[in-house]
T-cell receptor, first 113, second 116 residues
Framework: QKEVEQDPGPLSVPEGAIVSLNCTYS??????FMWYRQYSRKGPELLMY????GNKEDGRFTAQVDKSSKYISLFIRDSQPSDSATYLC?????????????FGKGTKLTVNP | ETGVTQSPTHLIKTRGQQVTLRCSSQ?????VSWYQQALGQGPQFIFQ???????GRGNFPPRFSGLQFPNYSSELNVNALELDDSALYLC???????????????FGPGTRLTVT
């Protein structure tokens, strides 16, 4: 079983839709959870960073963590064509240092105007 | 503030050859991590350098090696290239310890390596 599982999609939605992206994980040591956005031919950029169960909101983006179920989600409200990208979940047992960041495969999202 | 830069952008090598990829970290950052991203996959951690020392390594063979220089820039060297080494190689710089509760790694645009 992979440490982090993410449905690769692809996902295609109309502009204005609510998008739900999900990852499950098996390693209960993971404490820090991130969502990255990667545009074509670019490096990933950090969208959301959480280190506790519950919800965290930033504009149109909400990150949700459920440690008891080992499940994290990213919701995008009022999706825009500029949100079209690959979304990667990532997690780590510690805040940084020598512990590696483990990524999901990524979900490719297309928002159609 | 200059972001993370990587060179070259693209590279084509033959199986068995050696390659060196370069990364300039963001100003003020002291840590560089390298990742391999195969097509359609998430990035996989190769290793991290902190203050010129290797500080953690993923599941990659010894033919993947690196260096970090006093200015915190870094190199990734891969010997005896294999076809499976074809991927996007990403470096990410960060500041440790982080000045805020959010520990962020800033990624460069990557080097696309093709091994034929």
């Amino acid at each position: 079983q992979k440490e982090v599982e993410q449905d690769p999609g692809p996902l295609s939605v109309p502009e204005g839709a609510i998008v739900s992206l999900n990852c499950t994980y098996s390693n209960s040591a993971f404490q820090y959870f991130m969502w990255y956005r990667q545009y074509s031919r670019k490096g990933p950029e950090l969208l959301m960073y959480t280190y506790s169960s519950g919800n965290k909101e930033d504009g149109r983006f909400t990150a949700q963590v459920d440690k008891s179920s080992k499940y994290i989600s990213l919701f995008i409200r009022d999706s825009q064509p500029s949100d079209s990208a690959t979304y990667l979940c990532a997690m780590s047992p510690t805040q940084g240092g020598s512990e590696k960041l483990v990524f999901g495969k990524g979900t490719k999202l297309t928002v159609n105007p | 503030e200059t972001g993370v830069t990587q060179s070259p952008t693209h590279l084509i090598k033959t199986r068995g050859q050696q390659v060196t990829l370069r990364c300039s970290s963001q100003s003020g950052h002291n840590t560089v991590s390298w990742y391999q991203q195969a097509l359609g996959q998430g990035p996989q951690f190769i290793f991290q350098y902190y203050r010129e020392e290797e500080n953690g390594r993923g599941n990659f063979p010894p033919r993947f090696s690196g260096l970090q220089f006093p200015n915190y820039s870094s190199e990734l060297n891969v010997n005896a290239l294999e076809l499976d080494d074809s991927a996007l190689y990403l470096c990410a710089s960060s500041l440790w310890p982080p000045p805020t509760p959010t520990y962020e790694q800033y990624f460069g645009p990557g080097t696309r390596l093709t091994v034929t």
